[in-house]
Structure formats: structure tokens, C-alpha cells
């Protein structure tokens, strides 16, 4: 069985909208495509780099004093006994273990899939502020107390005016409009009709904003109807899918 590490939110397991890190929903969206079982164990903050030293995840970046910085998702394989750590070298990993199940980094695509997913964040637009602006808000119940004190420690979190707010939500639209362009309106998916890495990539900022703005909100209901309908069907192809996600609600509350 694999087991998936992610920063734990306020909403509870059960809950398909539950999932803060963009990174680790592109492994969630990857495991449902691969139709693979995996337990979700989740993490406050101030307990990744203990739960990662302690299974042997890797850090996956430097902090600015020059020390590692641990980070979700890292997942381990028991059937393997593998632990892996950075979102694209887990997909890479889960393509090489499991050669009979969709390849989500095809034949010949990894340096752009890498770059795709490297580019994403810029690609669609920051969240950083508009989410910092919603935990200032409405949003704050969905961070853990724990989680909030690490994020405020880093710096304060952004408030924005209404008029920077739709800046912000003018930039994402546009991002993901210039990759709407780029795509054939008849093709769901990055690759056209085949899956890969880098619709997870889109998937994973999608998923993770509606998180905070959940399907009743004018924000997710204005993407779904952003660029004829193509997001919402990525939810779709996502949410057609069985589920492969296994909690266990004592061990998320111990
Ligand atoms: N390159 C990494 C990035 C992962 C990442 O930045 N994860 C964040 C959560 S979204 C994290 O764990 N941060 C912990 C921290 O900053 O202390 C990947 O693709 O997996």
C-alpha cells in the first residue's frame, strides 16, 4: 500500500474538497488515473521534517539559512519499501513501479513534462496573495491554528483590496486562458487526448483553489465557466474515476 503525506487542513478527511498542497494533488490526480490505493496521512506543518527524516523522505529544497527544507508530498511504498519524496519524481517513480498502469510521464516527455510542471505556478498565476488575503477572511477555519502560526511567522499574510483581488483573479484567468489558446478546444487534456503529468499539474492549483473557495462561491463557479467549460471537465475526467483514497479517521484525529 502506498501512504501519501500531506499538510493537514481543518476539513475533514472524508471530504472531497480536503487537500491543501497543490504539489500533493498532482500525485492524488496521478494515483486516481493509475488506479492505485493509497492511505492519505496528513501533516501540520511544524511536523513534516521530523515524519520525513524519520521515514528517509528527502528534502526537496533549501531554506535561506542554507538548511534542507522537507516538504509534502512524499509518499512510501510498502510493497517496495521505497520513500519518495518531490511531487514530480513521485510520479516518475509510480510510472516505473507500475509499468501496467497509465504512464503519466509518457515516452519522450520528461524534460517538458519537467518544465511544464516547473512552469505551472507562473503559467496560471499565483495564489499566494489572493490565498493569504482568504485566510486573513473567510478561509482562516480551513488552516489549523498550528499551520497558521508558521505561516504568519514566514510574514504576514497579504490583504489586498477589492480592486487588487480581481487583479489577482484577472491573472489566473489569463493564465489559464493563454493555455486554453494553446490547447484545441476539442482535446481535454494538455497532451490532447491522452493524459499526463502536466494536466495534474493544472489539476492540483485548480483543486487547491477550491479548497478555500468551495463549489457555492462565485470564484469556483466563474471557473468552471472560464474558457468553455474546459476545468470543469477536468473535474469530471478527475471525479468519473473510482476512488483509490483510504483514511482512517482515528489516525488523522490521533
Ligand atoms: N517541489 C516540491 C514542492 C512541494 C512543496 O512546496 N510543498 C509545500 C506544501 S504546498 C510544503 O511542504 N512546504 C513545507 C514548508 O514549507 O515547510 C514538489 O513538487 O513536491
Request: proline share 6%; net charge negative.
Given at each position: ?25 498532482r ?37 535561506p ?10 509518499i ?18 509510480l ?10 510521464i ?11 510542471a516547473d ?11 489572493l ?23 514566514r ?15 484577472d ?13 484545441k ?14 494536466d ?8 487547491c ?7 457555492e ?29 483510504r ?7 490521533a
Amino acid at each position: 500500500m502506498i501512504t501519501l503525506y500531506d499538510v493537514k487542513s481543518t476539513l475533514p478527511p472524508s471530504d472531497p474538497r480536503c487537500g491543501y498542497s497543490p504539489f500533493s494533488w498532482r500525485v492524488r490526480f496521478v494515483l486516481r488515473f493509475k488506479g492505485l490505493s493509497y492511505k492519505h496521512h496528513f501533516l501540520e506543518y511544524p511536523d513534516i521534517e521530523g515524519a520525513a527524516k524519520l521515514l528517509g523522505a528527502a528534502p526537496t529544497a533549501t531554506k535561506p539559512d542554507g538548511s534542507p527544507r522537507y516538504t509534502v508530498p512524499f509518499i512510501h511504498d510498502s510493497t517496495t519499501n521505497k520513500v519518495i519524496s518531490n511531487s514530480f519524481d513521485i510520479v516518475e517513480y509510480l510510472d516505473a513501479t507500475y509499468p501496467d498502469t497509465i504512464k503519466m510521464i509518457p515516452e519522450e516527455t520528461r524534460l517538458l513534462q519537467k518544465v511544464f510542471a516547473d512552469m505551472e505556478p507562473t503559467l496560471i498565476g499565483q495564489l499566494h496573495a489572493l490565498m493569504g488575503n482568504a485566510f486573513t477572511k473567510d478561509a482562516s477555519h480551513l488552516v489549523t491554528p498550528r499551520n497558521m502560526e508558521v505561516m504568519t511567522a514566514r510574514g504576514p499574510l497579504s490583504v489586498l483590496t477589492e480592486q487588487e483581488e480581481k487583479e489577482n483573479w484577472d491573472r489566473i484567468k489569463n493564465g489559464l486562458g493563454g493555455l486554453a489558446k494553446l490547447m484545441k478546444d476539442e482535446d481535454p487534456f494538455v497532451m490532447g487526448k491522452r493524459v499526463s503529468l502536466a494536466d495534474a499539474a493544472v489539476f492540483g492549483r485548480l483543486a487547491c483553489i477550491r479548497w478555500v473557495w468551495n463549489e457555492e462561491t462565485d470564484e469556483w463557479k466563474g471557473i468552471m465557466s472560464w474558457h468553455g467549460g474546459r476545468w470543469s471537465r477536468l473535474f469530471e475526467a478527475y471525479e468519473s474515476l473510482p476512488e483509490v483514497e483510504r483514511y482512517n479517521e482515528a489516525e488523522i484525529e490521533a
